[in-house]
């Protein structure tokens, strides 16, 4: 378990840096440690991967990534961004909702609509569409990563 203190800073950093403002109370938040820093944090109204400093929504928060903003990949992208690779102008369909430079965001794949990865704007949602080429977002978490393995031993 986080201690009060580091749970309150946890909860301040997501409801500042999280889209849609959640707003979360969470106080007691278990934490999953992986190595590096890296860890997965578990709280009654969220579960999220902390990478360093950064915190994002975990990719089982299926309510909060269904409102998210997000890129729209085509199917070729999907084995490149489950192994990891940011997520590259070639292989985006479309953007969806609005976002700003190192706002958090998802990948969704378009066949299926299922959520790939959550990970960090690295681009205006305005301006992806006329790029031809260039990283558009970094992929912070995704199907199957060490966070996603780990969890389920968790759950």
């Keep these: 378990m986080l201690s009060k203190k580091n749970g309150n800073q946890v909860v301040d950093i997501i409801n500042k840096r999280w889209p ?3 707003q979360f109370t969470t ?3 278990r934490t999953v440690e992986l190595d590096n820093g890296e860890s997965i944090l578990i709280g009654k109204e969220f579960t999220a991967v902390k990478i360093g400093n950064d915190i994002v929504p975990f990719l089982i928060m299926d309510k909060f990534l269904e409102i998210k903003e997000k890129i729209v990949v085509d199917k070729g992208a999907v084995s490149f961004i489950c192994n990891g690779a940011n997520i590259m102008r070639p292989g985006v369909i479309r953007v969806e909702g609005s976002f700003k ?3 958090i965001i998802g990948a969704k794949e378009v ?7 959550v990970g960090f704007a690295l681009v205006n949602s305005s ?3 006329d790029m031809s080429k260039g990283i558009v977002m970094r992929n912070m978490h995704y199907i199957g990563d060490k966070f996603w393995e ?3 031993s968790v759950r």
């Design 111 to 117: 066949q299926h609509g299922k959520m790939l990865a």
């Design 127 to 129: 301006e992806i569409m």
């Design 101 to 103: 430079t190192d706002d």
């Design 20 to 22: 849609n403002n959640p």
């Design 150 to 152: 780990a969890f389920k």
């Design 27 to 29: 106080k007691n938040i």
